[in-house]
């Protein structure tokens, strides 16, 4: 809390009075940030469109409105503090990870049911959001010795997911 106070230039004391400590801080900041995308990704699950199209649409808007921003660091952060904050990191699975699972699995379901994916990926949203996941640990630890060219990565993730299989 000294560190946020310090940032915002405010005593310790004041941040308090938003906020009843470091858990209510860092959900409203979950909150605050990361749910309005939760929302557009919902809303492009709903879309009528080739799962592909999607794919590459969310792509764009992770790289562009989370790897590319700030939310990048609170990802992070959930990734190395979730465990040594349980109740946040439940706070962070049911407002954002649970949301866009739902959808992508949704999404997925009707891909598989046009025959653009196998049945069996709608079991495992996460695989989509997996290079994402990659990227951002990879920027925090490697990025200075092998920078990693973050939407190209998933764009072919993306493309072995989705394009049709040729026979060998």
């Known amino acids: ?19 009843r400590d470091k858990e209510s801080l860092f959900q409203e900041l979950i909150r605050a940030m990361l749910t309005p995308l939760v929302g557009t990704i919902e809303a492009m699950g709903q879309a009528d469109v080739p799962v592909a199209m999607l794919a590459d649409r969310i792509v764009d808007l992770f790289v562009r409105e989370v790897y590319e921003t700030r939310r990048k660091d ?9 465990r040594r ?4 990191a439940e706070f962070y699975y049911r407002e954002v990870l649970s949301r866009i699972i739902a959808a992508v699995r949704s999404l997925l379901r009707r891909a598989a049911a046009r025959g653009e994916v196998a049945e069996g990926l709608a079991d495992f949203p996460q695989i989509i959001a997996a290079p994402g996941l990659v990227a951002i640990i990879w920027s925090g630890l490697f990025e200075r ?8 990565m998933m764009k072919t993730h993306v ?10």
């Not at 310090?6 to 308090?16: D, F, L, M, Q």
């Not at 609170?74 to 979730?82: A, D």
């Open 145 to 152: 010795f092998e920078p990693l060219d973050v939407r190209k």
């Open 74 to 82: 609170v990802v992070r952060l959930m990734i190395t503090e979730g």
């Open 1 to 19: 809390m000294d560190d946020v106070a310090r940032r915002a230039g405010v005593a310790k004391g004041t941040i308090y009075l938003y906020f």
């Open 159 to 168: 493309d072995l997911l989705f394009s049709p299989r040729r026979a060998t």
């Open 85 to 88: 904050f349980p109740k946040l």
